[in-house]
Nanobody
Framework: QVQLVESGGGLAQAGGSLRLSCAAS????????MNWYRQVPGKQRELVAT???????LYADSAKGRFTISRDNVKNTVYLQMNSLKPEDTAVYYC?????????WGRGTQVTVSS
């Protein structure tokens, strides 16, 4: 059974940094495309960053130059390093992957950025 567990969220000041973690079980993250999404109440979930099985990375325009997605194959964990945080980065952040035709989501971790 696939499980994704996010951690690392919290309160940060504008300009600060946070590192989110997504610990995976039931899949091997290095063999999957792994994604970070975020969602603000009342809005659609937004794709923030992607890391492919080959190690390629993609970012939303809002994340480029500030966020970095990476993975630790030994720990089977995906990370999202977020720097130069802005109040508009406030959201619940979710880890996601697709396996066997099913989309899997973690429960999310809240990130709140104060101005």
């Amino acid at each position: 059974q696939v499980q994704l567990v996010e951690s690392g969220g919290g309160l940060a000041q504008a300009g600060g940094s946070l590192r989110l973690s997504c610990a995976a079980s039931g899949i091997i993250v290095s063999t999957r495309t792994m994604n970070w999404y975020r969602q603000v109440p009342g809005k659609q979930r937004e794709l923030v960053a992607t890391i492919t099985s080959g190690g390629g990375t993609l970012y939303a325009d809002s994340a480029k130059g500030r966020f970095t997605i990476s993975r630790d194959n030994v720990k089977n964990t995906v990370y999202l390093q977020m720097n130069s945080l802005k109040p508009e980065d406030t959201a619940v952040y979710y880890c996601n992957c697709v396996a066997g035709g099913t989309a899997y989501w973690g429960r999310g971790t809240q990130v709140t950025v104060s101005s």
